[in-house]
């Protein structure tokens, strides 16, 4: 059955939201995993099935054909996307644009419905600049990095709705004012056994998850990562322990992308212009934190979530890769996947669970379409997801998860100019 939309200026505009729905569905949720894509050329969401047996993918909400000619059908385009650990909301930063007049920046909340449809859930949330989303691994908190507004900002989840929460923390002066790329905060929840085996090295029982919680977030303007101290009560940022100040580590040239290792042992940044990917323990009071002699407090002086740099680091791409961007490591701690937006392709590295240093994995780099802008991996660690904004289309990998290897299927058509992608 075909979707169609209507949509109307101001108050109607919220009718056509709730509207992002797809009559009929082939998605079950004990058998699929679901995709969700934003489409910047008709500003609305796609939903996409795929099995997780044989990968196949079908169109659920807003299938292609039918929403081609569609224009600011949220009234203003979809940037990053994420979805709560559960699988019950997605959230899209929405980017207002002078095609769509009356358009704001701001966030929406989306329920996943059973049938992997989405409805919009309340009104958009105004925020200042959303460049991109994270959302901390226990779904408490949305983490907003503002861009050239130079903050991040903090939001509460409760029920599928949006608080906005007031930060403390006091940044120090800098040689320019910063430009928030992205952000990542350090796990409170860590990776379960699977079918009772330890897959990875922190998901041992009686590895309790940390009760500290960082928050690093890159800076291109300045090249540092940023460190702020996480309340874990009301996800508010502060200075970090026996810090007076937000203290910065210096990165790479245009630092775009930053991830934590989902064992809270390290953190890993993408400097799209050096080409380099720089490598990072957390100081964290963990059995993985440095013990080299002045460089991790020890007692009775608290962890601080000081970076470390990894012996190495700065490790370089392979070959043509240009551009590191958005970056994720796998759900259990095993493999970095770096997205090469400007040689549209993947450069995948092996972690060390120890040190941290990376290594080249073997293809050292898997092609994807052009201009490639997001990547999520799903929570099993089985299949890898990159949208292509120049080629209108999705990239879909199989990963072998003793490996790493990513094994690409044939890509999915899109909407125009796909951005943000999240899967569950």
Known sequence: MSTRFAWLLGVAVLVSIALLVACGSNYNASSDGLVVVGSQGSGLLQTYSFGL??????SVANPTSDTDTQVCVLNGVPSSIVIDPAGTYAYAAILAVPDCPGSVNGIGAFKVNSDGTLTAAGTLIADPNPVALFMDSAGKFLFVAEGLSGIVNVYAISSGGL??????FTMPPTVQTPNITAVAATPTVLPPLVEGVQVATCSSPGNNPATTEYLYATDSANNVVWEFGVDTSS???????NRTQVPPFPAGAVPSGVTVDPCNRFVYV???QSNTINAYAICNGGPTSPTLPATCPTAPNPPDGRLIPVTGSPFSLSGNANGPGPLVVDPFGNDLY????LSNQISPFHLSPVSGSLTAS???VVATGLAPKSIAIRADDNWLFVANNNSQSVSQYVVTPNTGALSPLPAVVTDNFPWGIAVK
Request: hydrophobic content about 30%; glycine content about 14%; overall charge negative.
């Open 53 to 58: 047996t044989d990968g196949h993918i079908s």
């Open 163 to 168: 608080t906005a929460v007031p930060g403390t």
């Open 235 to 241: 996800g508010a940022l502060g200075n970090p322990p």
């Open 270 to 272: 993408a400097n799209m």
């Open 338 to 341: 770096v997205l090469d937006t």
């Open 362 to 364: 073997s293809p050292n």
